[in-house]
Each structure stands twice: as structure tokens, then as C-alpha cells.
């Protein structure tokens, strides 16, 4: 019989990708999610398969599975900040609870467990690039505070279930990720430059555009995770990509991709917007022989042409 993998979150951005990896690899795989930002079209083409599932359950209340399980991926969250700026509450209760039935499971199954963390443990850093062993600079009552705190309280429910339990544990820092599958009314920079240039309207720009993100391309950050559910590390790991991009850099990218000539609008900065965001890699280079190989402009065009296709 293959072993069993449940990912919570199954039916999102990064947790359907990971289904898909999971499945190419041999193993059997659980999806369970709530559909407050995931969508069952992400994994419809599984539907059928003997070695998937899917489950519609929301994490936060107890899980029950009959089988042996061999790992739980943790990926169910909101995740981007109009996501968490719509479901606040939720929000926390995925990162604090959710983690804490995710936990619970990993444990009475002996399973491996690996949460989906975030570079937004680090809030706006004063540290850049940004490494493992850096606390961060959070508002914990600031707008941002709800995401950035629940994922940093997850990761210490998870260390602390790896100390008291012996769980064997893993913490993967995702920083931005992009790609097929994304939601067209995401919300982050990506989605919103490509639905507005394929509309041919204005970028929205917030800000002067000059603060930084790194943008990773799915199945870059998706064999980074699978490298680490593997592993034997318990540390926190950070999986991006090193190459750092203005705001403005990446509007601009994508209008000339689209062939758009919409004119870049600035709009007023958001509060606790992050002015940099950079992983510093080299544990993820060092333990897991991991480093992004996806071209960003490339990533770009395969991203560009999915949205394509869904708008129609």
C-alpha cells in the first residue's frame, strides 16, 4: 500500500501543486481544506485518481482519520494580505488552532509534520537579507499582525510539539511564490499586474515602488518542500528565491509581457508594508541541495498564459 500524505489546504495555490508532487512521487494523498480561499478547480483534474481524496473540513475543528498517515503538510491558510484583511479571525484560527489539530494528528499517527510558514515571521525587517536565525520586527496590532502573528504562534506550537512529543517536525519559510493556479483576484502584486495589463488597465502601484520582494516560481518552491518533508531537519528553513525585485521592476515586467500600455498609477502605501523582503538561502543550499532554478521572466510567461486562458 502507498503511504499516506495529508495536505491541509489541498485546494489552494501551493497546497494543490504539492498534492500534485506528492502523487508523482508515490504516495497516496488527503486534500482537506474549507474553501474560504481554495477552490476545488485546483484539484479537479485529480478527481478519479484511487490514490487522492478529498476532504472538505475545516482544520480548526478535530480531524479524524482512519488510516495510517505518513506525513501532514500544514499549508491551510489565507495568505494573502486582502485574504487576511477579509478573514482576520479565521486567519489567527488556522495559525493557532488549525496547527493545533494538525499537530495533534502528526502526533497520534507518528507522522512526519511540515508547516507552511512565511517570510512575514520577519514583519518589516531591519536585518536584509533575511536569515533563520533572524526574530523579526512584527506589529502584533497592526493589520498585518493577524497573518504575521498566527504563523509565528504556529511555529513555535510546532517546535514546542518537536520538544515535548518528539514529532518529527519541519518549518518551511516561504517567501513570495507565483504561478499557475493563482487566483485571479488574489490580491498580491503578481495576480494584480497581470489582471490589470491583460485589461489594459492602470498598474497599481503602491507606494514609490521601491520596496523589494522575491518572487519564487511554484514548482521551484514545491521541490524545496519536498526536499525538506524528507529531511531530517527541525530548524526553520527559508524557501525563496535570492533574487530581489522592486515592486515597480516587476509592474513593468509584466506590461511589457502582456504587451499592455497602461500607465503605472501610484497608490498610497499600505500600513506595515514590508520595504524589503530577501531569503537568505544557504541552510535550504547547504542541507537540502536546494536553490530556484525558474527563470522569474519565464515563470512570468507560463503564469501570463494560465491567466489567459481563465479570463478568456
Known sequence: MKETIL????????GSHLCDRLLEEGFAVIAMDNLITGSTDN?????GRDDFRFIHHDVTEYIFLGEPIYGVVHFASPASPQDYLDYPIQTLKVGSLGTHKALGLAK???????????????????????????????????PRGVYDEAKRFAEAMTMAYHRTHGVDTKIARIFNTFGPRMRLND????????????NNRPLSVFGDGRQTRSFCFVSDLVEGIFRLLQSELHDP??????????VLQMAEAVRDLVGSNAPIEHRGLPEDDPKVRQPEIARARERLNWSPRM???EGLRLTMEDFRRRVG
Not at 109 to 127: C, H, I, M, Q, W
Open 108 to 142: 497520534a499517527k507518528n507522522a512526519r509534520f511540515l508547516l507552511a510558514s512565511t517570510s512575514e515571521v520577519y514583519g518589516d525587517p531591519l536585518l536584509h537579507p533575511q536569515p533563520e536565525s533572524y526574530w523579526g520586527n512584527v506589529n502584533p496590532v497592526g
Open 187 to 198: 490580491g498580491r502584486a503578481i495576480p494584480n499586474f497581470l489582471m490589470q495589463a491583460l
Open 295 to 297: 527563470d522569474v521572466r
Open 237 to 246: 528553513v527559508n524557501l525563496g528565491n535570492p533574487e530581489e525585485w522592486t
Open 7 to 14: 495536505v491541509t489546504g489541498g485546494a489552494g495555490f501551493l
Open 43 to 47: 484539484i479537479a483534474h485529480l478527481n
